[in-house]
Nanobody
């Protein structure tokens, strides 16, 4: 399973970006977004169950980011609004073939990872 993450770029603080994660079979997988800033560990950002019914967010993303999916297009989105310089990081999508959505914040729950897309927020 190869995940294609896209949509990163350079944006001013307060701006918006929409990240996409695509794969031909993604509709069968719970999907998460993680990010890694320079010199920091990878951290969970948001996740969505394969049905789209359940979602989970890091506190810093609540109210600003929205994760969604279009299973007909096998794509998961991360809409990021009101971006801040501290959101600057490489963003990775990951897929979990378990149907449980038991611990979506843990990187170890995910079986497949995309290559990452860079988000840079200038102040």
């Amino acid at each position: 399973v190869q995940l294609q993450a896209s949509g990163g770029g350079l944006v001013q603080a307060g701006g918006s970006l929409r990240l996409s994660c695509a794969n031909s079979g993604l509709r069968r997988y719970a999907t998460g977004w993680f990010r890694q800033a320079p010199g920091k560990e990878r951290e969970f950002v948001a996740a969505i169950s394969y049905t789209g019914v359940s979602t989970s967010y890091i506190d810093a993303a609540k109210g600003r980011f929205t994760i969604s999916r279009d299973n007909a297009q096998n794509t998961v989105y991360l809409q990021m609004n009101s971006l801040k310089p501290e959101d600057t990081a490489v963003y990775y999508c990951a897929a979990d073939h378990s149907a449980l959505f038991a611990n979506p914040t843990a990187p170890s729950e995910y079986d497949y990872w995309g290559q990452g897309t860079l988000v840079t927020v200038s102040s």
